[in-house]
């Protein structure tokens, strides 16, 4: 039989085991619920990095293995993970770290990291995809919001915004003045635009379990202008009378020769009317008594003549 003493011991050597045991297996409890949305890059942590490994490191989604550090140090990826992630999976051989980038709606599921041979689970993930984030378009001057997707900032150690490579700490350092950040939620607020604001935003939402990375596109446009007065319609101008398109050569010859022709009618007509009234004045001129013409006293001195 075991004295008091050896039990002891081995009583305080099965609790220092069953430390060392949650340390290495690193039971985490519940899982880690992670909400992207499509588009977002988002890597997956887990706490074992400085834990003396027996196995292969493996990540997997729901019960198939996707990629894996072996002992050697050799990052592997599985069929199914490339087949079902293609390109978009990374584990760095250095933290075990596993990043998914572009991710998408049908990625939504339990992930899990564990070291082969070792029974725990070191941790659990659920992963939930919503919709993406659509561009944000707005007109100079007016404000916009770019959302995280939080009611409130909790599980996150940092939050960060970034903008052409420059924190929004550092712009609003300079003549801009006009972002800010919800301290609430962590939402970017532009308080007014401006032309120099458009392009591409970079959120980094960084905790021990995981990181989240997203970028919102945003294009400010000119301001439309307003519509110009109408003026006053002008009263119609009477149309002026088109002209008479000139006659030919050969028009003008015929209306002279026409205008000669009736001159000559009328000429005519005139010395006709002359004559008849001249006529008709001598006829009707009265004789005057003792009167007679040379004709008549011949006529009168040849009958008297002959009577002799």
């Not at 499509?38 to 890597?43: A, H, L, Q, Y």
């Not at 596993?98 to 599921?109: F, G, H, M, P, Q």
Request: hydrophobic residues 35%; glycine residues 6%.
């Amino acid at each position: 039989m075991q004295s008091k003493a050896s039990k002891g011991i081995n009583m305080r050597n099965s609790s220092f085991l069953l430390c060392v045991l949650l340390l290495v297996g690193g039971v985490s409890g519940d899982k880690v619920e992670v909400s992207v949305m499509e588009g977002d890059s988002v890597t997956l942590k887990h706490d074992a990095a400085e834990v003396q490994r027996e196995g292969d490191l493996q990540w997997k989604f729901q019960v198939s293995i996707i990629a894996k550090i072996e002992t050697t140090g050799q990052v592997v990826y599985t069929p199914k993970g490339t087949g079902k992630f293609r390109d978009r999976l990374k584990l760095d051989n250095q933290t075990g770290f596993l990043t998914i980038t572009n991710i998408r709606t049908n990625d939504s599921a339990d992930y899990e990291f564990k070291i082969k041979n070792n029974k725990e689970i070191i941790r659990e993930f659920s992963l939930a995809v919503r919709d993406e984030m659509k561009p944000v378009s707005v007109k100079e001057g007016e404000p916009f919001i770019l959302g995280t997707g939080l009611i409130e900032i909790k599980g996150y150690d940092l939050i960060i915004w970034k903008f052409k490579e420059q924190n929004i700490t550092e712009i609003n350092k300079g003549t801009n003045g006009t972002l800010f950040i919800d301290h609430q939620t962590g939402s970017l607020i532009n308080i007014k635009s401006r032309m120099t604001d458009s392009g591409d935003y970079q959120l980094h939402m960084i905790s021990s379990s995981h990181t989240v990375q997203r970028t919102i596109s945003v294009t400010v446009s000119e301001p439309s202008k307003p519509p110009e007065p109408s003026k006053p319609s002008e009263p119609s101008k009477p149309s002026e009378p088109s002209k008479p398109s000139e006659p030919s050569k050969a028009t003008k010859v015929l209306a002279v020769l026409l205008s000669l022709s009736l001159m000559v009618i009328l000429i005519l007509i005139l010395i006709l009317i002359f004559v008849r009234i001249m006529c008709w004045k001598k006829v009707s001129r009265p004789k005057t008594p003792g009167t007679e013409s040379a004709l008549e006293i011949i006529n009168l001195q040849d009958s008297d003549t002959k009577t002799v």
